[in-house]
């Protein structure tokens, strides 16, 4: 089993930047895929990217490609999310999550494990 807590979330105007952390509890970081996902106010929860367990490859969506960046560190157990030039439309509660599978990456149901989120507001 994986905890997974997240932090460094808050509120930056537009054009800034953010970095996102999720520490993982366990041994075994290194054998789950992490994912970010956002929710904001209303809408469902939305996939923003994944890294691979070695951390040699990401897959960022389209509206965040260009401006936030995965990474990993599996000797720290952690996960990043780096935000730069940021847009109010980026405001959600951010979520980071484990996967143990092998197929599809993107989706909230592949993901076995999820932290408690962090929220983060971009208003100037």
């Known amino acids: 089993q994986v905890q997974l807590v997240e932090s460094g979330g808050g509120s930056v105007q537009p054009g800034g930047s953010l970095r996102l952390s999720c520490a993982a509890s366990g041994r075994t970081f290194s054998s789950y895929v992490m994912g970010w996902f956002r929710q904001a106010p209303g809408k469902e929860r939305e996939f923003v990217g994944f890294?691979?367990?070695?951390?040699?490859?990401?897959y960022h969506v389209d509206s965040v490609k260009g401006r936030f960046t995965i990474s990993r560190d599996n000797f720290k157990n952690t996960v990043y999310l780096q935000m730069n030039n940021v847009k109010p439309e980026d405001t959600a509660v951010y979520y980071c999550?484990?996967?143990?599978?092998?197929?599809?990456?993107?989706?909230?149901?592949?993901?076995?494990?999820w932290g408690q989120g962090t929220q983060v507001t971009v208003s100037s």
């Open positions: 890294i691979n367990r070695s951390g040699s490859s990401t």
């Open positions: 999550a484990a996967d143990s599978g092998v197929a599809v990456h993107t989706t909230v149901s592949a993901y076995e494990y």
